[in-house]
């Protein structure tokens, strides 16, 4: 018989399989449920942590300084960082799946998601770098002193070459990660075909 | 049905027992834990061949399991709420170790199509025939491997078709299709058709 199973043999075979009895305690689903939580909650003030000290630091400037072109690149930066932050919460902000839906739905939810995101990486320049370049520009134009001495701009040279290549690494690490999302969406657009 | 735990507080004199109600998701988990362990664990067999793995991928499960019922709105039976949000959480796993362990997964179609690569007497007793049928299963995509997860656990085809989305003539296809590479490869050679 073992050598001659049909499919309603195959399921009472597989209903009645050896099983471990592996059990998970309520308390620890809670506690696994909290760090989880708590790492969720993390990294959204990661998010907005940075956008809050830049906000800090050139609030600060604003109030310190006296030179007028220093004080309106600051606002400028400020409102280009709030501009930032509103765009990460209104299109960014990670939402979970609803567990319950059926494997087709949340398949596509899914993949709506990661085209969200994608198009959000890719994009980033436009609403991640741009809004605060001009803030910048204003605030290293205002640093000048009155006479332009060539000395002064090799004294800045290593924080503009500083902050352009932040402003690079940010668009390139963003890139890299579109392509890995453009990579999960065909691998869910392969499922999906065949399914 | 509400369940109570007792807790007694030594420091105090005389004794004082809390009681701790559950809540409606903890109830909700304990009955789905009650009723559904043993499916579950066979789901977890059947999505992660590797026993440390699968024993992550079933706390994981119940993890998600507990989460979900506190958005349980009974609009569906409890079971297709278990075996959707199960199966999610294990598809979400298969996902995400295709993509560190390059496996190539099939559809029940292409399997229909292929001979069966191991001889039929190699299911010479019910421990290697339940291998041989954990090894096929794991060899299939996500959906189909729904489908015939929940073919061999005794659901129907509209039960099915309320768990995994799709219609259900196309889960009986499917289901007709799975019978078909049963009997192919679980038969001797002789009797395929019989």
């Not at chain 1, 030179?67 to 606002?75: F, L, Q």
């Not at chain 1, 040279?157 to 932040?166: D, E, K, S």
């Not at chain 2, 199966?87 to 979400?92: E, G, K, P, T």
């Not at chain 2, 390059?102 to 399997?111: C, D, F």
Request: charged content about 25%; proline content about 5%.
């Amino acid at each position: 018989m073992a050598n001659d199973l049909n499919p309603d043999d195959l399921r009472n075979l597989w209903r009645d399989q050896p099983l471990e009895n592996q059990r998970m305690p309520l308390d620890e689903i809670r506690a696994r449920a909290s760090r989880f939580e708590r790492r969720i909650s993390r990294r959204n003030l990661r998010e907005y942590a940075g956008g809050l000290l830049a906000v800090a630091i050139y609030g600060f400037s604003i109030w310190k300084q006296h030179n007028p072109v220093m004080r309106a690149g600051s606002a400028m930066v400020i409102a280009g960082v709030l501009f930032v932050m509103w765009q990460l919460y209104r299109r960014g902000g990670a939402s979970q799946l609803p567990a319950d839906l059926g494997f087709l739905a949340s398949l596509e939810l899914h993949r709506r998601q990661l085209i969200q995101q994608r198009d959000l990486l890719r994009t980033v320049f436009r609403w991640y770098i741009a809004p605060i370049i001009p803030g910048l520009i204003v605030v290293v134009i205002g640093s000048v002193p009155g006479r332009f001495e060539l000395r002064y701009l090799a004294r800045m040279a290593p924080f503009l070459g500083a902050l352009i290549g932040t402003l690079v690494a940010i668009w390139w690490l963003n890139r890299r990660a579109a392509l890995k999302l453009e990579r999960q969406i065909a691998e869910l657009d392969n499922l999906e075909r065949q399914s | 049905m509400r369940n109570f735990a007792q807790k007694s507080c030594k420091k105090s004199s005389p004794p004082v027992t809390t009681l701790i109600v559950d809540s409606p998701q903890d109830a909700h988990y304990r009955e789905a834990a009650a009723e559904y362990g043993a499916a579950l664990e066979r789901l977890a067999r059947a999505y992660e061949a590797d026993p440390d793995r699968r024993r992550d991928l079933l706390q994981e499960i119940h993890l998600a399991l507990w989460r979900s019922f506190a958005g349980f709105n009974r609009l569906c039976s409890l079971r297709t709420w278990v075996y959707r949000v199960a199966h999610n959480a294990a598809a979400s796993h298969v996902l995400r170790e295709r993509r560190t362990r390059a496996q190539v997964l099939v559809t029940v179609e292409e399997l229909e199509s292929t001979p069966d690569p191991s001889a039929p007497e190699a299911a010479a007793d019910q421990r290697q025939s339940l291998d041989r049928l954990l090894a096929l299963v794991q060899t299939l995509k996500p959906l189909d491997r729904q489908v015939i997860l929940s073919y061999l656990e005794g659901l129907d085809a509209a039960a099915i078709s309320e768990i995994t989305g799709i219609s259900p003539g196309n889960v009986a296809t499917k289901i007709h299709r799975i019978k078909n590479v049963l009997t192919r490869r679980f038969h001797q050679a002789g009797c395929y058709g019989e």
